[in-house]
């Protein structure tokens, strides 16, 4: 781990459609190239979130694109979680479901409490008000977590 960093890092919530690639997309502009960094969700029902992307971009952040995942889908297509350095859980059920992945893998799991805020507001700009505090509470969290020097 270059500068005391994981070299790969999972983020991962209920539906991989708003907490986890607002992380994952957050960390990537954070970060750059020095971690590698994949998000993914405990169930595949929806599509990534419009209030979502439309709070990422305010940062440059694109998650248009982004394709929704679960766990179980990248154990499927060859992924292993367990060459993950890092689980980042953002939700209970994500956090268990991580916690079965990993039971017999060397890879740390922590569990980010981050805001759902999905439901939240009566109005579009509540909703939004919303979902930014949700991706200043990620931001909060990476910078605290993920402590970046100059590349040398």
């Known amino acids: 781990m270059a500068d005391g960093l994981p070299g790969s890092v999972l983020f991962c919530c209920d539906h991989n459609a708003v907490r986890s690639p607002m992380a994952e997309g957050l960390l990537k502009r954070h970060a750059g190239q020095r971690i590698y960094v994949q998000s993914a969700g405990v169930k595949n029902d929806l599509e990534i979130d419009g209030f979502a992307i ?63 805020p999905t439901g939240l507001g009566n109005t579009r700009e509540a909703r939004l008000d919303a979902y930014r505090q949700a991706r200043d509470q990620l931001m909060a969290r990476i910078e605290a977590r993920f402590p970046l020097r100059p590349p040398s």
Not at 60 to 76: A, N, P, S
Not at 88 to 97: E, G
Not at 110 to 115: A, L, Q, T
């Open 54 to 116: 439309a709070v990422c971009q305010e940062l440059g952040i694109e998650l248009g694109r982004h394709q929704v995942r679960t766990m179980d889908e990248m154990v499927e297509w060859g992924d292993d979680l367990e060459s993950y350095d890092l689980i980042v859980a953002l939700s209970p059920a994500s956090q268990r479901r991580a916690l079965e992945f990993t039971r017999f893998a060397a890879l740390d799991v922590e569990y980010w409490p981050i805001i759902d």
